[in-house]
């Protein structure tokens, strides 16, 4: 198994694994997506593959982000899936260490994930892989044009 960045082929397993993380109706829009995500400089958009059939079994999604009044930057984790068939076999751990060895050579001096109050299970491996809770994210929804 091996961590790479994803292509735009990749557009419908990525889409498979948006809608076990409850984004249904991704495939109209995603290889749009993909590709912006592709050809900014600040993005990583890395996929996970089995070696055998070339399934991809994981994705990750890190935008690297300058900051200016502290020294360090740090990288956001906007988007992070494993397929729910194969969870708790250290794919998750191994594609987030991938992502802090990035962030790392970026010089980020840490790592910040969004994550639903739902998503419990994902809380856990969270904690486990050293993330502390950070109170208060504010969202403001903007009217989109037609």
């Known amino acids: 198994m091996e961590v790479r960045k994803a292509k735009v ?8 694994l948006l809608t076990q993380l409850d984004y249904p109706d991704t495939e109209a829009f995603i290889k749009e997506k993909i590709e912006i995500l592709l050809m900014d ?7 996970f593959e089995e070696e ?3 399934d991809i079994i994981a994705l990750i999604s890190v935008h690297f982000i300058p900051q200016l009044a ?7 984790i906007s988007y992070f899936a ?10 998750g751990r191994k594609i ?11 010089k980020c001096d ?3 994930v969004h994550c639903h109050s739902r998503r419990i299970d994902a809380h856990r491996f969270y904690i486990k892989q050293g993330f502390k809770e ?7 929804m903007l009217p989109q044009s037609e």
């Open 70 to 76: 502290v020294k360090g930057d740090f990288a956001r």
């Open 82 to 91: 494993v397929d729910r068939n194969i969870r708790s076999k250290g794919i």
């Open 9 to 16: 082929e990749d557009y419908k397993q990525i889409s498979l």
């Open 134 to 140: 950070s109170p208060k994210y504010f969202v403001k």
């Open 110 to 112: 840490r790592v910040e």
């Open 96 to 106: 987030e260490e991938y992502c802090n060895d990035l962030a790392i050579k970026r």
């Open 52 to 54: 055998e059939d070339k």
């Open 41 to 47: 400089p600040n993005e990583e958009l890395l996929v």
